[in-house]
């Protein structure tokens, strides 16, 4: 089993359990409470921008010796970072088509309930959409369910560190939208981010610095993101 070079302190860590609690289950329930109190509301894409910009500053901060050492460890070792993010973003290329074929075959009409949601605050502002999803979202997901989630659980058990990032992974990208499509829509919905919540995880060990899976992160939503406009 290969160690991950950079580990979160005892003190990161809890922040970081916190702050995942507060992301999944508290923040996205919380702005639009807030936003509704306002003489003027924000709109909808505003709202997630703010909500997007709120986790990067916030986790910015409080891993900020996190992120100063995995850029260093990047830095030396860029070779090495570079040929991972190109091999994992080849196999997730080739995951992702393999998984698109095989929903296009089983359910010609699925439609993935993230995707509908972000093109349509794309067509209200593509320019904070695209920075949001593009460069906010990857550092700060990165952050969370690679360093935070699977990092904690890689030590112990890095099948199980695995499989359960993984999921939870597949499973933020449709919490929202549960009770607003179909269970089977969503279930579909989660299948098509396992290929990216797996190999993330592995460039995120083979790399050796967080870095390497957020470029391919970033390139993955850059992708889909102009395939959306």
Not at 18 to 40: H, I, R, T
Not at 131 to 146: F, N
Not at 175 to 192: D, F, I, N, R, T
């Amino acid at each position: 089993m290969k160690k991950l070079p950079i580990s979160l302190t005892r003190r990161e860590l809890l922040a970081g359990w916190c702050y995942l609690g507060l992301e999944l289950f508290v923040l996205p329930y919380l702005l639009p409470l807030a936003n509704a109190l306002l003489p003027s509301p924000l709109s909808l894409g505003k709202l997630n921008f703010l909500f997007f910009s709120l986790n990067f500053l916030v986790l910015a901060v409080v891993f900020r010796r996190f992120l100063q050492a995995s850029w260093r460890y990047a830095r030396q070792h860029g070779k090495a970072l570079l040929s991972a993010a190109a091999l994992g973003f080849a196999v997730y290329l080739a995951a992702a088509g393999l998984v698109a074929l095989a929903l296009a075959r089983v359910a010609p009409e699925f439609s993935n309930a993230n995707d509908v949601s972000i093109a349509a605050m794309a067509r209200e502002d593509a320019l904070l959409m695209g920075i949001g999803t593009v460069l906010l979202v990857p550092m700060a997901e990165e952050i969370l369910y690679r360093a935070v989630l699977f990092g904690s659980l890689y030590a112990r058990n890095p099948m199980g560190a695995y499989v359960v990032s993984c999921l939870v992974f597949c499973a933020i990208h449709v919490l929202g939208y549960v009770g607003a499509y179909p269970a089977g829509m969503l279930l579909l919905s989660c299948l098509q981010y396992l290929p990216a919540g797996l190999c993330l995880a592995w460039v995120y060990v083979r790399s050796g610095s967080i870095f390497a899976p957020a470029i391919i992160h970033m390139l993955v939503n850059l992708s889909a993101f102009l395939m959306l406009l």
